[in-house]
């Protein structure tokens, strides 16, 4: 690296060396040319003028001499015109050398020959006259020889100038020269201790490949093989002396996929990754891998593609047995709240046929029974959409990337939370107004939602304090993101495509500073012994990573957390096969119910009389219980939950015989309405519905002086005779 830091300022201080010298050439050069023009044209234009000076002052001497001495027929006016082409030269000149005053000497003379002209035509001219007509003309004569000489001076000097410009010039080119002969010689010895020093680093990089524990292949643009470590000779059984300049492709077809890939990567010079890529290495031997693919940069651009491949297939099939673990996980967390609402179902449906078997005994209307038929069929559709979800939560199949729409995926998730989590906790969704298209694999992003919605409505009730209010809020929202810079840098495994975010929020106990770093560890939990196997966000972050995503959490312990899945948008370009539909599935056909078999009980319904407040969330539960009451003669007061129910209590108490209380509600549980409402009355008759078994928070509520209790689903004798035991006890 210093070598080759010297070497590049060595190039420089050349490149700036020779750049000078050949400046100077070009600066020598110019000026020289510009001197040798402007001498020319100077000297010529100069030259001719006094010349022509001269030559026309001797004419107009030799004119006047003829015209006055009578040899010549012209008139005076010929000389006065070539003394004033002679000024035009005068001025010339004295536009160049202001010190010439020729023009005045030439005024001079012009006004002597006036003199002696006239002279003449009164006598002959004196002596002195004819001296000082010889004397003007010699002082213009002396003149312009003088400043001929002197322009000839000027001339040589010039040239002088010139001669050592150029003499400078074939200096300076001996120089650069003598440079360039030292540079190719030092060129020479550097480029061969270069070689030498690039045959070792050669060796060295090839000694780094082959000491890396993963298969790695470099690639020119055309798929040729350029280097091939040891790690690739033992995997695939090939030696890189064979392999080097082969095609890739045709060497190893399965990567033939990747071919594509690796042309993008020459022309945007980014990197590209791959997660559980299956692989067929060889014939019926299926493997997977993780598969990187690097640009390799030089000056010029990208060289080649280094192609990384890590064998995955052992860690992806503990990660699959640990999903399946965890998928059993959060069947055992919701199977209690699933089998609750699925006896809500089957007690809407027993008691409606018990009750459709009083009427037909007791011949009642057809519209009747019809409306009890429809109600045995809305209960029935509804468990066969609680079978389906079953289904997928416990099936194990291999994942399928497809074009999936977070919003439909979200909204099943919310009918498993809704169907399975205790009434106290409060869901609220929050989906996007258009489809947020992604390629996902629709069970397993499934259980990750799943995942993260049970550890939220865990940290909301089981995870409290002995005391603390059970329950809270859920809230889950899809949203979307195209991450800056600033984005990246914070998050390290983002790119610069667009991602659709999901948020679960939960108003929890929070996790504390210490614990949030390792959550994401295998094995690591916060929840009490027994209750979770610490895989759980492990999966979550392995399959959101096999997704090309990842995940983010803030907490602060007392106010809750919030996680944010980051998933790629889907590429509308790209070629996935849409998710089948649920009607076409092999695995959301329904299940077939058997019937159940019962001890035949006595054919003798009791009726009574009385008002019986029904306390229940859900509508069938609701409906049915009020139309078995109804034929058997009670009066009928219904509320939807806990807190609407004390308000009734409160108004009718006198009035009320029996209050038929669901223990699973909304707001506030069967359990604290029975507790307000025995402050009103603290001889109050109740009876606890619930599709729980009898377990200790049954028998909880009844240790608080509840009369009886019945088990969802049943029929309408045994909600004739629990009603009949209370109210008209033997």
């Keep these: 690296m210093k070598l080759a830091n010297s070497g590049k300022a060595g190039i420089g201080a050349t490149y700036a060396l020779l750049g000078i010298a050949f400046l100077s050439m070009l600066l020598i050069n110019l000026f020289a040319y510009l001197t040798v023009i402007n001498l020319n044209e100077k000297y010529a234009t100069l030259n001719d003028a006094a010349m022509r000076f001269k030559l026309k002052i001797l004419n107009a001497n030799l004119l006047f001499r003829e015209i006055a001495s009578g040899y010549s027929a012209q008139d005076m006016h010929a000389v006065w015109s070539i003394i004033e082409d002679a000024k035009l030269n005068a001025n010339s000149i004295r536009s160049v050398n202001a010190d010439m005053r020729l023009d005045e000497d030439l005024e001079t003379f012009r006004r002597t020959i006036l003199d002696c002209y006239k002279a003449k035509n009164v006598d002959r001219p004196s002596m002195d006259l004819k001296r000082k007509y010889d004397q003007s003309i010699k002082t213009m004569i002396d003149k312009i020889d003088t400043f001929e000489d002197s322009l000839k001076s000027g001339i040589n000097v010039k040239m002088g100038l010139v001669k050592l410009l150029y003499l400078a010039l074939m200096v300076n080119i001996i120089l650069i020269f003598s440079f360039i002969i030292y540079l190719v010689w030092r060129y020479t010895v550097k480029r061969r201790q270069y070689e030498e020093e690039l045959i070792a680093a050669h060796n060295s990089l090839e000694t780094l490949l082959n000491a890396i524990d993963s298969i790695l292949i470099t690639v020119d643009q055309k798929g040729v093989i350029t280097q091939w470590n040891t790690k690739a000779d033992n995997y695939f059984g090939m030696r890189s002396a064979d392999m080097i300049g082969r095609g890739l492709f045709n060497v190893l077809p399965a990567f033939k996929q990747y071919q594509q890939h690796i042309e993008t990567v020459f022309l945007s010079k980014h990197g590209k990754d791959f997660y559980r890529e299956k692989l067929l290495v060889s014939t019926n031997h299926e493997r997977f891998f993780n598969i990187k693919l690097v640009p390799i940069s030089q000056a010029k651009g990208v060289s080649g593609v280094l192609l990384r491949a890590d064998d995955v297939t052992e860690q992806e099939m503990h990660d699959e047995l640990a999903q399946q673990s965890q998928k059993m996980q959060i069947v055992e ?92 906790i409060n869901i609220e969704a929050n989906l996007y107004d258009v489809k947020s298209l992604v390629k996902a694999d629709p069970v397993q992003l499934a259980l990750v939602l799943l995942n993260l919605c049970d550890n939220a409505a865990q940290a909301m009730t089981s995870m409290r304090k ?172 219904t509320a939807e939950d806990g807190d609407e129910a004390v308000k009734i209590y409160s108004e009718k108490a006198t009035e009320i015989a029996l209050v038929l209380l669901d223990l699973s509600m909304p707001r506030m549980s069967g359990k604290e309405a029975y507790l307000e409402m025995k402050k009103v009355n603290p001889q109050i008759k109740a009876i606890l519905v619930s599709g729980f078994k009898k377990d200790d928070r049954i028998q909880e509520v009844l240790n608080l002086g509840v009369n009886d209790f019945i088990q969802k689903p049943y029929t309408m004798q045994m909600l004739a005779q629990g009603v009949k035991k209370v109210i008209s006890p033997l």
């Design 333 to 424: 967390n919701i199977i209690g709240g699933l089998a609750h609402d699925f006896n809500n179902v089957l007690g809407a449906i027993t008691g409606t046929i018990s009750m459709m078997r009083f009427s037909i005994e007791n011949k009642s209307s057809l519209e009747e029974l019809s409306a009890n038929i429809e109600l045995i069929e809305s209960s029935a559709e509804r468990a066969v959409v609680m079978v389906q979800q079953m289904i997928l939560m416990v099936q194990k199949q291999k994942a399928e990337m497809v074009q999936l729409d977070l919003n439909s995926s979200l909204l099943h998730v919310l009918r498993i939370c809704q169907n399975s989590y205790p009434k106290s």
């Design 466 to 637: 002995e005391g603390e209010p059970q329950g809270g809020t859920l809230t889950i929202s899809i949203d979307r993101i195209c991450p800056d810079k600033a984005f990246r840098s914070n998050h390290l495994m983002a790119t610069a495509h667009s991602y659709w975010i999901i948020a679960v929020k939960d108003t929890g106990v929070g996790i504390d500073k210490d614990s949030l770093p390792k959550i994401f560890d295998p094995f690591f939990t916060t929840k009490k012994p027994g209750e979770g196997t610490g895989l759980g966000l492990t999966v979550v972050g392995e399959t959101l990573r096999a997704h090309g995503g990842f995940i983010e959490v803030s907490s602060e312990p007392g106010q809750g957390s919030v996680f944010k899945v980051y998933i790629p948008e889907f590429a509308m370009q790209e070629a996935i096969p849409p998710v089948p539909a649920a009607s076409s599935s092999s695995s959301s056909k329904p299940i077939p119910l058997q019937p159940v078999r019962r001890a035949p009980a006595d054919n003798g319904i009791p009726i009574g009389s009385g008002l019986v407040l029904i306390v229940d969330d859900e509508i069938i539960m609701r409906k049915t219980a009020k139309n078995i009451l109804d034929k058997l003669g009670y009066q009928i007061i």
